[in-house]
């Protein structure tokens, strides 16, 4: 079984930035695509961004140019979110796939005021 744990959500202005990171505890991360997900209440989970074991990375339309998604090592990815706006206020989640299970983090709050 794997924990993540993401961390860096918080209250920003917009325009403003934050850096999230993901840490997981074993050393999963380079052999296996890392998604970043946000969810707002009463909604469906959003892919946001993701990093392949390549380092290939992709993005959703409403963040490119905003978000830059990299991993630091097997056990740590961050997303790194610029030019913030009110609309990007949601919980963000962590998620990692290997070929035993899928797994996920408890969220980190990202709100942005306006």
């Known amino acids: 079984q794997v924990q993540l744990v993401e961390s860096g959500g918080g209250l920003v202005q917009a325009g403003g930035s934050l850096r999230l990171s993901c840490a997981a505890s074993?050393?999963?991360?380079?052999?296996?695509?890392v998604d970043w997900y946000r969810q707002l209440p009463g909604k469906q989970r959003e892919l946001v961004a993701l990093?392949?074991?390549?380092?290939?990375t992709d993005y959703a339309d409403s963040v490119k140019g905003r978000f830059t998604i990299s991993r630091e090592n097997a056990r740590t990815v961050h997303l790194l979110m610029n030019r913030l706006k009110p609309e990007d206020t949601a919980a963000y989640y962590c998620?990692?796939?290997?070929?035993?299970?899928?797994?996920w983090g408890q969220g980190t709050q990202v709100t942005v005021s306006s």
């Open positions: 074993r050393s999963i991360f380079s052999a296996n695509t």
């Open positions: 998620h990692c796939r290997d070929y035993l299970s899928d797994y």
């Open positions: 990093i392949t074991s390549s380092g290939s």
